[in-house]
């Protein structure tokens, strides 16, 4: 069975220069990606590729880990992007059979955000894009996106919207007071990395982004941050919001869902609920979640699935989405 892994990371020297070099770039995180993890972000050759075949991977997408471009200065970010989604297409050119890629785009300006879509899909060959939520003060429904997601949407490719750490305003109110360490996990990894992210999905749901843009489809990892457990509570907003589907339905339609290598056969099972088995793709959250043993193709083979739901959430989904043949043409 084929196993396409669609949240795999990596990080150049050009991007962590420039969080390095601002206030904000990379906004109470650095310490994520040092040691080991550093090394293994920074690897897009053969040590990446024998840790996937010991975890029983065959195909990872690329993407930049967070907050990839969103903090940045428009001209800076314009530059990085151009510059990385160049760098994944030339490996994925050395190794088509092992990698895929989602683009970087440069959010800070939201023009050339969609530019820098287009040309990456059209010709880099890249299967979509990574977000990571919101940029600085703006949320994803800001008007000023509206041209990436119609570019989006026309193309047929997926966003992925990843999670970033949520604004300093809301950490201080909601996430402080039990010192740094704790605060910064508080407000990341344990809980505020998913609130934000699914809200943003709540958010363009609102926005009537939708609406306006019926086939655009977007993932989110970790289950659904969150959002997929109220989905009952959820359900109310279509009604006050005066939304033209209800919230199940935009759910079920423009939204696929992936583990981030959280292997919770209870997760799985809301998942399957929620959005059915023809929207869930695999994923590891490489190297963040990167152990050895081969747990996610375990996860895979010994869940509940039958066989051929096995392979949709293996590959097939993934294949579909991106309108890719199982041959990876």
């Known amino acids: ?9 990596f990080l150049t020297p050009d991007i962590r220069a420039a969080w390095a070099s601002s206030a904000i770039g990379q906004e109470g995180t650095a310490a994520f990606d040092l040691g080991e993890i550093e090394t293994r972000l920074d690897d897009l050759g053969e040590r990446r590729i024998a840790l996937m075949d010991e975890s029983g ?4 997408v690329l993407s930049v880990t967070t907050p990839a471009l969103h903090n940045l200065e428009p001209e800076e970010s314009v530059i990085l992007a ?7 297409a030339a490996t994925i050119a050395g190794n088509p059979a092992r990698f895929q890629g989602f683009a970087t785009l440069p959010t800070a300006s939201p023009p050339d955000a969609a530019r820098e879509l ?3 899909v059209t010709h880099l060959g890249l299967a979509g894009a990574m977000l990571c939520g919101r940029t600085r003060d703006r949320n994803m429904d800001h008007p000023e996106f509206l041209p990436m997601f119609e570019t989006a949407a026309r193309l047929g490719v997926p966003l992925f919207v990843h999670p970033q750490i949520p604004q300093r305003a809301v950490r201080d109110v909601y996430y402080s007071g039990f010192g740094e360490t704790t605060d910064t996990a508080f407000a990341t990894f344990a809980l505020g990395w998913h609130y934000e992210a699914g809200i943003q999905f709540v958010r363009l749901m609102l926005a009537g982004v939708f609406d306006r843009y019926p ?6 990892g970790h289950w659904g941050e969150v959002m997929l457990f109220y989905l009952e509570r959820l359900n109310s907003l279509a009604r006050v919001a005066g939304l033209q589907r209800s919230v199940a339905e935009y759910v079920r339609q423009n939204l696929y869902v992936t583990p981030s290598g959280m292997w919770s056969r209870s997760y799985l099972q809301r998942t399957l609920e929620s959005v059915g088995p023809e929207r869930i793709l695999f994923s590891t959250d490489y ?4 152990r050895p043993g081969g747990a996610g193709r375990s996860f895979v083979v010994e869940s509940a699935l039958s066989p051929e739901q096995k392979e949709m959430f293996a590959h097939g989904n993934w294949e579909r989405l991106t309108h890719r043949s199982p041959a990876g043409v």
């Open 287 to 290: 190297p963040y979640q990167y």
């Open 118 to 120: 287009e040309r990456a």
């Open 57 to 60: 991977v065959d195909v990872q």
């Open 1 to 9: 069975m084929k196993l396409i892994a669609i949240e795999e990371h």
């Open 82 to 88: 151009q510059r990385t989604n160049d760098l994944v």
């Open 215 to 220: 086939g655009l489809q977007i993932i989110l």
